[in-house]
Structure formats: C-alpha cells, structure tokens
C-alpha cells in the first residue's frame, strides 16, 4: 500500500486509529483448474518485528472459485495498540486454494499464497484536519438517467464519473492531502459514523434521498460541533424535461431521475438550519476575492437565517434561455453563504455554495480548490475568508416563493438505497457496516522484498504448462467461438459502415450532377 502511484489512491493516504477501514479487491487466479476452493479461513499473519500488531484485518471471499477466479476483499485498521503509532506496519495474509485431480495427479492440487500487506500508519490526527466525504447519497449512471451537472457539455450528458474523491474528484482530493488534511470516505448513511472524530462533513453533488433519522442525526451532530460544508448544483423541472432523449437501445424516452443535485431532498435535509436551495439554473463568470470564477449550471440560495452572511453575484439564467431561447441577466443572486449559531457557541459552523463544477476535473474550467480550503478555515477556525463582500442576509431581498418540488413521474426509486417506490415510501435502513477482524497469528519474520516475494509467489502458484483435462474443453472451445463470433461481428459492423457511406457518397454525387 505504500507503493506510489502503483498502489494509488492507497499510497496517498496513510492510515490511522478510528479511521473508515481501507478496502482492497484481490484477483485469485486458480491456474490448477477451472475449479477451485479454498480450504479454510485467510489467515492474517502479522510480523512481529514490523509492527503488524497495530493492524486489524477482516476478510470476506469466495469460498468456491469458478471459472478460474475468485475474490478475497480485504478490510483494514488500526487498532487501539496504533493510536499514536507512526511509522510502517507489515504482515501478510496466506490462504491455500484446492483444485480436484488431473489425470496423472495421485491427489487434489494444492498451492498456498502468501499476500504481503505493507501499510503507512501515522497518529491519530487532530480532529480539524479529518474530513468526511459522504459518498452514500452519490448516485450516477449507469443504471439510472443522472443527468450532468454542466448543462453545457452536450456532448457528455450522463453523469457517469461516481462523484467519488479517487474519480472525477480527484484533483480536489489532492488539493486537500497537499494542504494536510485527511479525507476519509463514508459509504454508509449519515447515521453510521461518529461525528466527534471528524471536523467537516463534505455533502457535495448529492442525488440520493436522505433518511428522516439522518435529518435528526445531522442536526443534532451540527449543534454538538460538526461542520457542515454543502456543495448543490442545479435543479429545475421543466430543464429535466427539456434534457430528456430517445434512447436507442432501449428504444425509449429517457427522463432525468433529479437534477445535476436533488435539491429537494436537500432541502429537507437543511431545513433545521432554516436554509433552502431554489430551481433557478443559474451560470455566468464574476470575481472573488481576487480570483476569477466561473459558475457553470448551479443553484442560488433560497431561504437563510436573517444573520447568515451572504455574497450574491450577477449571473444569467441559463434554465430560462433553454426553455425560452432568450438570455435572462439575474442581478444579486445569493450564491455562497456562512452559517453561525452565536447563541449556542458549542455549535458547528456550516458553509453553502451552489455550484459543485468548479470542484469537478470532469468539465473543469476554472477550478475553486482555493474557495474549498477557505471555506474550511472557516468551519474549523471561524476565520471568514478575506477579500469576499459578504452581506447580511436581513439586507437581501430573497425569493419567498415555494421550494423546489420532486418530478412528477420519476424513477428514482429504482436505484434509491432509501426509497421504494414512486410514493416516497422507505425502505429499510441498511445496517451500519461492522467488521469480525480476524484473530492474529503472529510471525517472526520480516518484510520480504517485493522482487523476492513476487518470484516466491509464481514458483507457488504456476504449474508446468499442460494440455487441458477433458472436463475444461468444452469451456476452452466457447471461450474460442466467442471470440470467433466477436471478431465475425466486428468484421461485418465494419463493413456495413463502409457499405453505407459508399452509398452517400454516390447520393450525394448524382444529387450534385447537372443534367445538360
């Protein structure tokens, strides 16, 4: 884990006590058979003289690996013994893998591997610099129609990326290692994780609904000390219906599930701090603080407490020009804002914008990593970022109109973790994630060099070439007519495409003659 970039994103990041455990996905490749098993629990073997003691590590794979392949999905953590350890922890994990007989074996095969597990692991850091990405409430396509967050990539519509800090957000995630802070990644509800190890709780580009007991819990998480740092983005009904498509494949119109954000669900979450987002769909470029800005298809705040501070700009509606084909100028918009509750001094500090774009490498234009960190000198220290003309929000005039309402007919409830059916009914809470770490036993070994432990792993797991058995021919020959078939396929697509441009271009020149 400690290789950088090979093990990226796991080498970005080291380790520590009371942080998410890190996962890894493992490949088994059985080269003894189509089929295989493994005869017994993983075993974690820490080394005794390389700190492997402060490692926790929990298993889940598959017991029978067919065809050829199988998974060990590894959970990682620091135990209490690591609390205040810093410096490398090494172990490794070894499990035996089973094959039946061949014709010429006298018994089953058998190969033992041996994972080696190297981990940086750093004390506990102060909770100020620990910050939670909340990934739970990020939904994306496939399966469902999300569509993009910048309206005008048309030529990108879907919003595929994941809106994960190791994908479209990637650049934004080393912006923030760069600057010393720790990004741990939640992919639970809110109610699954213990807001007094975190200083900001990153709610950014959500499309997912939100529990009533995670309303509850957040409010009640902000007025014990959690910071809250929200990044919306646009949402209006009648541009989710302009936005929908004939699919081709499915042979059907394609309707937005919610907008680049689902800011009614947001805005649900948010109403205890007497904050709301509106559906105008707003983008133009203005200057902050010094630096330029480019508001690319976001939200303006809707509703704020009286003494919120606001910085409002003059953008264009870009929801009104594509409904109505007219450019719209929209003057004072409030578009980022501070929260403070000075009667209860214990409270967390929140920080509202409404625009994720700058934050996404996916269309970046022009980033606002700068914005991010002062926003979260903020929430942590409540020092007001310099050169921002802020204003209270009693002095603004803000729109009193309803809020953002869900659209009628939509399908969310088709890929939602939280609701069911297009009623709004809830599903089931999932259960917050728990780990059965597995008993340690512990070696008197040291690191083995990766060169040397890789060429120990090939002399145990590769066998001498041989012919394959009787029960692996038949799956040999489909795997070979299928590729015969894919490449038939290609082959004829191809020829199709020649077929029919040739058949234009003969259009075209007998429509381009002149008969004489």
């Known amino acids: ?35 295989g098993r493994i005869t017994s629990a993983p075993r ?17 794979y598959s017991a029978t690996l067919w065809p050829w392949s199988g998974y060990l999905a590894l959970s990682v953590s620091v135990n209490q013994a ?16 089973e094959s039946p007989s061949q014709p010429g074996d006298k018994e089953n095969r058998r190969s033992t591997l041996t994972l080696p597990l190297r981990v940086r692991v750093v004390a506990t850091p102060p909770r100020h610099r620990r910050l939670l990405w909340d990934q739970f409430h990020n939904l994306r396509y496939p399966p469902g129609y999300f569509p993009r967050d910048n309206l005008r990539m048309k030529n990108d519509a879907l919003d595929w990326n994941g809106d994960h800090v190791h994908t479209n957000f990637r650049d934004l995630f080393a912006s923030l290692r760069d600057n010393g802070y720790y990004v741990e990644v939640l992919g639970a509800p809110l109610t699954c994780f213990d807001a007094d190890n975190y200083g900001t709780l990153l ?7 939100f529990f009533p007991a995670e309303v509850d819990k957040l409010r009640r998480d ?17 541009v989710m219906h302009k936005v929908k498509f004939f699919d081709e494949n499915t042979r059907q ?35 902050l603080a010094g ?4 508001y690319a298809s976001g939200s303006a705040l809707h509703r704020l407490p009286p003494d919120a501070s606001v910085f409002t700009a003059s953008l264009s509606n870009l929801g009104d020009e594509m409904l109505t084909g007219k450019a719209v100028k929209a003057d004072g918009v409030a578009i980022l804002a501070l929260l403070y509750n000075q009667t209860a001094p214990a409270s967390g500090r929140v920080a509202l914008y409404g625009d994720s774009n700058c934050l996404d490498s996916a269309h970046l234009q022009k980033d606002c990593f700068w914005l991010l960190q002062a926003l979260l000198q903020y929430t942590h220290h409540g020092v007001v970022p310099s050169g921002i003309p802020f204003r209270p929000a009693s002095e603004l005039s803000l729109e009193r109109g309803p809020l953002p309402t869900r659209m009628s007919g939509n399908q969310l409830h088709r890929y939602s973790r939280v609701i069911e059916n297009a009623q709004g009914g809830l599903r089931p809470a999932p259960p917050c994630p728990s780990w059965a770490w597995a008993k340690p036993h512990p070696v008197n070994a040291t690191h083995i060099s990766m060169p040397a432990h890789r060429a120990a792993a090939a002399e145990d797991v590769l066998l001498p070439p041989r012919l394959p058995s009787e029960d692996e021919r038949p799956w040999l020959l489909v795997v ?37």
């Open 1 to 35: 884990m400690t290789e950088c970039p090979y093990m990226w994103p796991f080498c970005e990041q080291p380790l520590y006590h009371s942080a998410m455990p890190l996962l890894v996905n493992v490949t088994i490749l059985n080269s003894m058979g189509v089929t």
């Open 44 to 60: 974690w073997e820490p080394f005794v003289a390389e700190n492997g003691h402060v490692l926790d590590v929990a298993f889940a």
């Open 82 to 97: 690591g609390r205040a350890f810093d410096g490398v922890a090494q172990g490794q994990v070894t499990l035996t893998v």
């Open 203 to 209: 709610l950014v580009d959500t499309e997912e609904e």
């Open 222 to 238: 902000v007025e014990g000390g959690l910071a809250l740092l929200v990044i919306a983005d646009w949402y209006n009904v009648s």
């Open 253 to 287: 119109w394609w309707l937005p599930d919610t907008g680049g954000s689902n800011v009614p669900a947001l805005n649900e979450l948010l109403a205890p701090f007497g904050v709301a987002f509106g559906d105008s769909v707003l983008e133009g470029d203005f200057s």
């Open 291 to 294: 630096h330029a800005m480019h």
């Open 480 to 516: 070979a007519m299928a590729a015969v078939l894919l490449v038939l396929v290609a082959v004829f697509r191809q020829l199709k495409q020649l077929r029919q441009a040739r058949t234009q271009k003969l259009r075209r020149s007998t429509s381009g003659r002149v008969l004489t």
